[in-house]
Nanobody, 126 residues
Framework: QEPLVESGGGLVQPGGSLRLSCAAS????????IGWFRQAPGKEREGVSC????????YYANSVKGRFTISKDNAENTVYLQMTNLNPEDTAIYYC???????????????????WGQGTQVTVSS
């Protein structure tokens, strides 16, 4: 079983919303950094949003600020990414990832994260 399992991707029209989920089954996320990253065809993987489980601080890429919200449910050991006002530039495979120490969420840089999910496709198109 994958350490992290994403769900919630799909096809949505511009201006629409989706909520992605990232569930961990083999370890607790309570002391880690958890991040959402995305990769569009021909582009590098970029950090979208990260959360520090210890102090709750968050990071958002400028391109998603005000539209995306990251949150964590400790009881469910799951992290969510609520995405609103989606546009075609948000089309990508979205991955969640985790690692320690939790402060790596501040920079939300993909090379800092060692455990990854399989990804979920988000397509924004009319």
């Amino acid at each position: 079983q994958e350490p992290l399992v994403e769900s919630g991707g799909g096809l949505v029209q511009p201006g629409g919303s989706l909520r992605l989920s990232c569930a961990a089954s083999q370890f607790t996320l309570n002391y880690a950094a958890i991040g959402w990253f995305r990769q569009a065809p021909g582009k590098e993987r970029e950090g979208v949003s990260c959360i520090n489980s210890v102090d709750g601080s968050t990071y958002y890429a400028n391109s998603v600020k005000g539209r995306f919200t990251i949150s964590k449910d400790n009881a469910e050991n799951t992290v969510y990414l609520q995405m609103t006002n989606l546009n075609p530039e948000d089309t990508a495979i979205y991955y969640c990832a985790t690692d320690t120490p939790s402060w790596i969420a501040t920079m939300c840089s993909a090379p800092d994260f060692g455990s990854w999910g399989q990804g979920t496709q988000v397509t924004v198109s009319s």
